[in-house]
């Protein structure tokens, strides 16, 4: 995700500004913008008086997880949760019950040997929480043999269905070299789920390519927050393969989850944190308090996710 993992990244000032941006969003402009409906259109829950009811919280299924790696490395701004059964335990005080890991020694592979062992890492972790986390599979397309074959080794040695969240400045390359191209077949092909970190341009270009792909975008907004974040929602709208999670920046601009909701439809918006960066209870926090219906929120918190898996072929433990 974006600026908001710690790790050094390439300078590029357009991703470095839009933090700020929100705080600058001339009003009038939201409020005289009307949503085009997509295909899913619903009508949300209708604004009420008074407090956000108590209501008994859905399971909470998270789609975007970094874990940390056996060697220490940890994606967090300042670390507080170094180990897994600290990630663990800051999961079990937000409430979050159930998740899909990938490891940030993946991430941050400079060779098929270390993307290849944070993926075996993940799957230990995955098979000790068996039940809790499910692992995903993260390649680096530079070194597109091995990247294709760890994939289908993933598939069908521990069962994963998720590639990512591929973030390609962290490696970096770009999503129009045809090493992506040939990973996204490979994607098609096994029947698993694409994670992909991108800027409005590179959505776009990735939603124009691959049609038969079945892809996840992490994050409501990018690096161009107020700019994008509209453009990113009715993207996923008008394209019923795709999929947006809730993490990084967007979710909590209030608001932004209704627009989500009304303009996806309820089966495509789900949650994701973000955690180890970002964390899992402001996420929670905006979703129970969203005016959505019940059911909107029971899909969002976990439903989506668990259809979206079962699409791939994946069957709970
Ligand atoms: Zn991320």
Known sequence: MSLFHSHPRPKKSSRRKFVFLGMFAPIARVSARKPEPG????????????????????????????????????????????????FVAYLDRTGVERGIINSV????????????????????????????FLGACVV???????????????????GMVWVGELCNYTVPYEYTVKEFELLVEQAVKLNMVLDVHTELEEMEFIIRKFPKATIVFPHFGDGNEYGHIFKRIDLVAAN???????????HDRVG??????????????????????????????????????????????????????????????
Not at 240 to 250: F, I, R, V
């Open 39 to 86: 295909p899913g259109a619903v009508p949300l829950a209708q604004p009420q008086k008074g407090r956000t009811p108590v209501r008994k919280r859905a399971r909470v299924f998270d789609a975007h997880l970094h874990c940390p790696s056996e060697n220490g490395q940890v994606w967090q701004w300042h670390t507080v949760t170094k180990t897994f059964e600290e």
């Open 105 to 132: 020694r993946c991430q941050l592979a400079k060779s098929p040997q270390e993307f290849i062992a944070g993926n075996r890492e993940v799957a230990r972790y995955a098979e000790r929480y068996k039940g809790r």
């Open 140 to 158: 680096n397309p530079m070194f597109i043999d091995e990247a294709l074959r760890e994939m289908e080794y993933c598939r069908k040695q521990y």
């Open 240 to 250: 019923p393969n795709c999929y947006l999670d809730t993490s990084g920046y967007g």
């Open 256 to 317: 932004m989850l209704e627009y989500a909701v009304k303009s996806i439809g309820p089966d495509r918006v789900l949650f994701g944190s973000d955690f180890s960066i970002n964390c899992p209870a402001t996420v929670i926090a905006r979703v129970e308090h969203a005016f959505l219906t019940e059911e909107q929120r029971r899909k969002i918190l976990g439903g989506n996710l668990e259809a979206l898996l079962a699409k791939a072929g994946w069957k709970e433990a």
